[in-house]
């Protein structure tokens, strides 16, 4: 487990939800499916037929198995976890291309998807405004981006005690506002989420 210095904190962080691996790594991905009720990303995202999508963090999946559920053409993601992206191949069809990066380091090229989402892990980034940046490089002109982090209308204890203070969530839609055209709040159940055109 490696350990990772998130722009949203003073200290850096090992936690196994950050960078899963081994035992952990393992452990933190069956919370993360069981905790991470994901339909209202998806509700929000509203992928149209025959778009391309990138999740950044994937973790163990379970957003990209409700994203095949929809009309999209390809659903791509990347993680810095070796182990998550091992466990996504293993259940990927053909429309799913997995890979280990970064939100800072995709690997995509510019402008290939017609939307992003990100959730619960915008929060450990290393740096914000280059993993903005990333995104908007691989985002289409009139794509969307989605990022979501723990709290919404009824988050649970565990999403509470992940809650980001206010001027932490400002900061993210004062720079979603400087690379997008349109950005709005959304509370979701268990998310507050940001979607960005």
């Known amino acids: 487990m490696g350990t990772v210095k998130p722009w949203s904190r003073s200290e850096p962080t090992r936690s196994p939800f950050a960078l899963p ?10 919370i993360m499916l069981w905790l991470n009720e994901q339909q209202d990303v998806v509700d929000l995202l509203d992928v149209r037929p025959g778009e391309v999508v990138l999740e950044v963090g994937y973790g163990p999946g379970g957003l990209i198995r409700r994203l095949r559920r929809t009309s999209a053409k390809r659903i791509c993601g990347v993680d810095p976890s070796q182990q998550m992206c091992d466990l996504v191949r293993r259940r990927a069809d053909e429309r ?41 490089r691989v985002t ?40 997008f055209t349109t950005t709005a709040r959304h509370e979701l159940t268990s998310l507050t989420a940001w979607l960005a055109r």
């Open 21 to 30: 691996s081994g035992l952990g790594g393992w452990f933190a991905g069956r």
């Open 96 to 136: 799913i291309e997995v890979r280990t990066g970064t939100v800072e380091r995709t690997g995509f090229r510019d402008a290939e998807f017609d939307c992003a989402v990100s959730v619960n892990n915008v929060a450990i980034w290393p740096n914000l405004e280059r993993g903005l940046d990333e995104l908007r």
């Open 140 to 179: 289409r002109p009139g794509g969307r981006l989605l990022i979501a982090w723990h709290g919404g209308t009824h988050p649970n204890r565990i999403a509470r005690s992940q809650a980001l203070r206010e001027d932490q969530l400002t900061r993210i839609e004062q720079e979603l506002g400087k690379r």
